[in-house]
């Protein structure tokens, strides 16, 4: 069964810091762009980050350029989102997905081509 696990959630303070983790199982993760996204209550979901197949392209929101990091690991079927000096305003559900895709250096801050979903994991920036 393919499942998207995220870990790495928590409690920080302002301008504090949190890595979170996207495991796969059930499938390889190589062959799969990744893109991590977040919904805060009342807003609309968000795409924060993804990163290609090969991890030679990677792209990020605006809001989050300069202290967000994505990162890929094919071999532990692993995504990291490394994420530092984090604002009230990150307070969201991170959510990892995944879509297959034959294009090596390609990936999508839409969700529109996410085909699996992680259950998501609370990121909570407060003093």
């Known amino acids: 069964q393919l499942q998207l696990v995220e870990s790495g959630g928590g409690l920080v303070q302002p301008g504090g810091s949190l890595r979170l983790s996207c495991a796969a199982s059930g499938f390889a993760l190589g062959y799969y762009a990744i893109g991590w996204f977040r919904q805060a209550p009342g807003k609309e979901r968000e795409g924060v980050s993804c990163?290609?197949?090969?991890?030679?392209?990677?792209n990020y929101a605006d809001s989050v350029k300069g202290r967000f990091t994505i990162s890929r690991d094919n071999a532990n079927n692993t995504v990291t989102l490394q994420m530092n000096s984090l604002k009230p305003e990150d307070t969201a559900v991170y959510y990892c997905?995944?879509?297959?895709?034959?294009?090596?250096?390609?990936?999508?801050?839409?969700?529109?081509?996410?085909?699996?979903w992680g259950q998501g994991t609370q990121v909570t920036v407060s003093s």
């Open positions: 990163i290609s197949r090969s991890g030679g392209t990677t």
């Open positions: 997905a995944a879509h297959f895709t034959t294009v090596q250096d390609m990936c999508s801050k839409s969700s529109r081509p996410y085909h699996y």
